[in-house]
């Protein structure tokens, strides 16, 4: 697994960004998948998973009814589509794969991206 997120960027608050983490060893079919981000100083928080048909997806409360989740196995590709931002929503953004059907823990994660930014201005 060879994961390459890429869409990040600088985006005014109530604005739109979508995300995209593929896979040049096209695998992903084969492994759920997982949107963490992480802020300066914070930790690394999670923030979206689906399974690996893209039939069951997790949010975590502070982007749900803004964020979506999904993916493209035909594509070796999984989206973060990202509404309504929010300064808060500021981060490195990172993709990651999973051995577990869907789950929150980063524990769980196996391989992850290299990241991209995400800065939301106010």
């Known amino acids: 697994v060879q994961l390459q997120a890429s869409g990040g960027g600088l985006v005014q608050a109530g604005g739109s960004l979508r995300l995209s983490c593929a896979d040049s060893?096209?695998?992903?079919?084969?492994?759920?998948m997982g949107w963490f981000r992480q802020a300066p100083g914070k930790e690394r928080e999670f923030v979206a998973a689906?399974?690996?048909?893209?039939?069951?997806?997790v949010y975590a409360d502070s982007v749900k009814d803004r964020f979506a989740i999904s993916r493209d196995n035909a594509k070796n590709t999984v989206y973060l589509q990202m509404n309504s931002l929010k300064p808060e929503d500021t981060a490195v953004y990172y993709c990651?794969?999973?051995?577990?059907?869907?789950?929150?823990?980063?524990?769980?994660?196996?391989?992850w991206g290299q990241g991209t930014l995400v800065t939301v201005s106010s």
């Open positions: 990651a794969a999973t051995s577990f059907p869907l789950t929150r823990n980063v524990r769980t994660y196996q391989y």
């Open positions: 060893g096209r695998t992903l079919s084969s492994y759920g």
């Open positions: 689906v399974s690996w048909s893209g039939g069951s997806t």
